[in-house]
């Protein structure tokens, strides 16, 4: 319920605040009291769209707070939860209005969208009137009160299961038919492509190793073609090795023969014939490491050009070769097995759509009785609010293979207001007044069920009065009895069955004016009732009406 409304510099209204209880609370007041400014800033608070006119003339911005009181397991606290919200305690909306037009919103003292601000209120509050028809415009929210009258909302919410889980099976069998026929499309394409890579055994890294075995052993090429050519210049045919050694041995022969002349250069060249001795083994020795097999060589090439040319043709890296060859493998396992999996597919989704099927024609049969059990009902509360003459019908279209998540019906609200004439849809048959007579009588049936936990009907009895106004009152206080219910009213045998009495007035000069609200005790109330009644002069007949009123409704203060 709505248990307090804060409103501050919103159009006329500076300052106010408002305790809200439950059950039935009127307001009431002259004509141009502010009345419908305290349902605009409500309006506000629920996520109506903001206006920069509604902030009061010479104010920066307008605000507005609406506190409500709600079970733990209401709509509106999984709402919160489902967007990562507190949901602690009662639940709090705040909307603050800038006299330039931006808005921002906050519940329970968190920033949020006013999309979500509008979704909680919707949860929280319905403002009703003569010309007001979001209860009833959309088929929509006729075939939820219809299933909140009978009783079977959990029938429906198995529907919306049996829907979901046919439309997944209907998606799995889709997805999974749609890869089978490419597949099998691409079968020898996959087939010739598996062959060629399983020949071919590419390994992750193989690449890199490949190229680097094949520089190393162009490298050792280059260099073997240098070490061989030092090689003939030190032991070939052309060596001056020899030479050098007989010249050492003639000049050794006759060096006693000049003593002291020659010793330099034999020693010399004894110690030059040994460096090209020890320059020529290890000439050798760096040949024979320098050795490679030019197949190896061969090898390597065509193994690295062979993986490169495979990569080319798949368009990756020679890296992914082989998990291309896993994944086409795994393509053909799919397709080798994809007729038999599509079979178990399609029966499965079959199975889905007649569970589907079963549980929508079930729910449908439980709207029909209960679609009956509403029109009876209403039909109830008519000839009292002076609608004897008129007909209220559930008009229910049934479709088998119209499958929806919320059924197989099309269920929508329809009036006949004469006999004789059309029947058609509430909102196109129906006046205003005759409107707002209807949706209390729909309400009044449907009791707590499908409902806000507050309810808000403005003005819902003007053009009717005596006992028309009479038997709105009565309704309004039985509705009260199971949910919170705000009425703006000028009807006095309205506000004479009201738990809680509120009234609106203006006030200030010419230079500034206020709105203000202020609960009635017993007198007062008797007062308003009274003016009410008689107009801009209270008799004494006037106020003993309103006193008989009151006594006769039993309210106490």
């Not at 709105?515 to 007949?541: C, N, Y």
Request: charged residues 30%; proline residues 3%; glycine residues 8%.
């Amino acid at each position: 319920m709505l248990a307090h409304l804060s409103i501050r510099d919103i159009v006329l209204i500076e300052r106010l605040d408002i305790d809200f209880s439950t059950g039935l609370s009127v307001l009431t007041g002259e004509t141009g009291a502010g009345k419908s400014i305290l349902l605009d800033a409500l309006s506000l608070a629920l996520g109506a769209r903001g206006d920069a006119s509604l902030v009061r003339n010479g104010a920066g911005q307008g605000n507005v707070i609406a506190i409500f009181d709600v079970p733990q397991n209401h709509p509106a606290r999984e709402l919160l939860r489902e967007n990562g919200l507190d949901d602690d305690g009662d639940l709090i909306l705040r909307r603050s209005q800038s006299a330039d037009g931006r808005s921002r919103v906050f519940v329970n003292d968190q920033p949020t969208s006013v999309t979500l601000l509008r979704q909680i209120g919707r949860a929280l509050v319905e403002i009703h009137g003569q010309h007001d028809d979001r209860a009833l415009v959309d088929a929509a929210a006729h075939r939820d009160l219809l299933d909140a009258f009978g009783g079977h909302v959990g029938a429906a919410q198995s529907v919306a299961r049996a829907w979901r889980t046919w439309r997944a099976a209907e998606q799995a069998l889709v997805s999974h038919r749609a890869k089978v026929e490419a597949a099998a499309r691409e079968a020898d394409y996959l087939r010739a492509s598996v062959e060629e890579l399983s020949r071919l055994e590419p390994q992750p890294g193989e690449e890199t190793e490949l190229a680097e075995r094949r520089a190393a052993m162009m490298h050792a090429e280059k260099i073997a073609s240098d070490i061989s050519d030092a090689q003939d210049v030190l032991s070939g045919p052309n060596s001056s090795v020899p030479q050098l050694a007989s010249l050492l041995r003639r000049l050794q022969r006759k060096a006693e023969a000049a003593p002291g002349l020659l010793d330099e250069i034999i020693r010399t060249l004894d110690e030059a014939l040994i460096s090209l001795d020890a320059t020529q083994e290890a000439v050798d020795a760096a040949l024979r490491a320098a050795e490679f097999d030019p197949k190896a060589l061969e090898d390597a090439e065509e193994r690295l050009f062979a993986l490169r040319a495979v990569a080319r043709k798949h368009s990756v890296a020679v890296d992914d070769l082989a998990a291309l060859r896993d994944a086409m493998a795994a393509d053909l396992a799919d397709l080798d097995a994809g007729e038999e999996r599509l079979a178990g597919l399609e029966k499965d989704a079959l199975a889905a759509r007649i569970a589907y099927d079963e549980a929508a024609a079930h729910l449908s049969e439980l709207r029909k009785g209960a679609a009956e059990a509403l029109a009876r009902s209403v039909m109830k509360e008519l000839p009292a609010l002076k609608l004897e003459r008129a007909e209220f019908l559930v008009e229910i279209t049934s479709e088998a293979d119209d499958r929806t998540e919320a059924g197989i019906d099309q269920i929508e609200f329809w009036v006949r207001t004469n006999p004789g004439t059309r029947a058609g849809p509430i909102m196109k048959v129906a006046s205003g007044g005759e409107l707002s007579r209807f949706l209390l009588a729909l309400k009044v049936a449907l009791a707590d069920r499908g409902s806000a936990p507050t309810l808000v009907f403005d003005e819902i009895d003007t053009g009717v009065g005596g006992a028309v106004a009479d038997a709105i009152g009565q309704r309004l206080a039985r509705l009260a009895s199971h949910i919170q219910v705000l009425s703006v009213t000028h009807a006095p045998q309205v506000a004479a069955r009201a738990g809680t009495h509120y009234l609106i007035s203006k006030s200030g000069g010419a230079d500034k004016v206020a709105t203000g609200v202020a609960a009635l005790g017993r007198p007062d109330r008797q007062e308003e009732i009274a003016r009410m009644l008689a107009g801009a002069t209270i008799t004494e007949e006037a106020r003993a009406a309103a006193e008989r009123l009151l006594r006769e409704n039993a309210v106490v203060s």
